[in-house]
């Protein structure tokens, strides 16, 4: 969908003449108040569920949408009762305008020169696009890790627009250990030689070795150290070492370089650079001399909270941080906190607990939207 009025950014700047991309599932009822939208994290997008096609029109080996095991119909997310939305975010490379499209101004990719856009910009955009699709009133709006900020952001900024806020694996802020993971990513792609400051369409280069240095790094952490130590302990990858210092010699040397070079073939660099700086720069609290229950006054929704006990890099003491400040409002809010060994990635995987409480969550909901219709 094309949007032609500027879209003010925090920054002071503004995006014009921009396009998003968006997939949905499911039909939207008559009243129009069975609607979910689901945020997307760092490196995924609009395609949520099911599978894409191909030329043929045949489902191409590969391409479930990214939260595939929670929506569909009969899942916990079931769009036999739900009109579910997801949408890719302005600066993303999965469609929407971002630093590979021209820009209206030049003509020319732009790369750099593309705005700052935080994740306040992305839910205005969001919350536009539904404008346009006739939308007022959301059944929920769901999300994990940064998708789950943008939940709680929608709350904040449009209290009357949601019932329902599901916020999984995520924190009001990120912590300084989190900010210098992001910053080592994205060194590791600023100073690849094929980087030009950003400019590297220009010159028909890819910063490929970076992007592998950062996916690399953010994959380390998106895992815990029990995961890793039973998936691959100290496994060698050939039976034996080579005594060199060059060669690959772990299994999960071998599984990050493997994750690395796939990143680095799909996953744009101006992008990756842009969503870790949308991470780093969420916090409402400090707009409010840094207390969270006053971000949340405004909120009217109802909550619910998911965290998973081994995600170190959103811990469930994050999460816990989010239900004291909604209790302190008095707001409608239940947390569940599931003892998965998986780590960060938890949230998009297979957990009958994990599962079993947003199925619960959206089964409330569902019979709620009958109500109202």
Not at 107 to 129: I, S
């Amino acid at each position: 969908m094309h949007f032609a009025e500027p879209l003010p950014l925090r920054s002071g700047a503004q995006l014009r003449d921009y396009t998003l991309v968006y997939e949905t599932h499911g039909a939207l009822n008559a009243d129009r108040s069975n609607a979910v939208l689901v945020c997307h994290a760092l490196n995924a997008s609009h395609h949520v569920a099911g599978m894409q096609a191909g030329p043929d029109g045949t489902p191409l080996k590969g391409s479930e949408g990214w939260w595939d095991n929670l929506i569909g119909p009969g899942k916990p997310l079931d769009t036999n009762r739900f009109f579910v939305i997801g949408v890719n975010n302005p600066g993303s490379c999965f469609g929407s305008t971002g630093p590979m499209h021209p820009s209206p101004q030049t003509g020319q990719p732009y790369g750099a020169d593309f705005p700052v856009v935080t994740v306040e910009d992305w839910v205005d955009a969001q919350a536009r696009l539904m404008d346009r699709l006739g939308i007022t009133t959301l059944a929920a709006v769901l999300g994990g890790s940064l998708g789950g900020m943008q939940a709680l952001c929608w709350s904040m900024r449009f209290p009357d627009r949601l019932r329902h806020c599901i916020a999984v694996a995520t924190a009001p802020n990120l912590s300084a250990q989190n900010i210098a993971f992001n910053e080592v990513a994205r060194r590791a792609i600023t100073t690849d030689p094929d980087f030009h400051g950003g400019h590297f369409y220009r010159h028909g280069t890819l910063p490929r070795r970076g992007l592998r240095v950062a996916r690399m790094i953010g994959h380390i952490t998106y895992l815990s150290d029990d995961a890793m130590e039973a998936k691959f302990g100290r496994e060698l990858k050939n039976g034996a070492l080579n005594f060199s210092t060059l060669d690959v010699e772990f299994e999960i040397e071998s599984y990050l370089r493997y994750q690395g070079d796939k990143f680095s073939e799909y996953f744009d660099a101006n992008t990756y650079l842009l969503i870790t700086r949308a991470l780093d720069y969420f916090d409402p609290a400090a707009e409010h001399g840094g207390s969270l229950a006053a971000a949340l006054a405004a909120a009217r929704c109802k909550f619910q909270l998911i965290s998973f006990t081994t995600d170190w890099r959103f811990s469930p003491a994050r999460s816990r941080e989010i239900v004291k400040a909604l209790v302190d409002n008095k707001l409608d809010v239940s947390y569940a906190e599931i003892d998965a060994p998986h780590g960060h990635d938890a949230f998009l995987l297979d957990d009958a607990r994990y599962h079993g409480v947003l199925r619960a969550c959206f089964d409330n909901i569902a019979r709620e939207v009958a109500h109202v219709g």
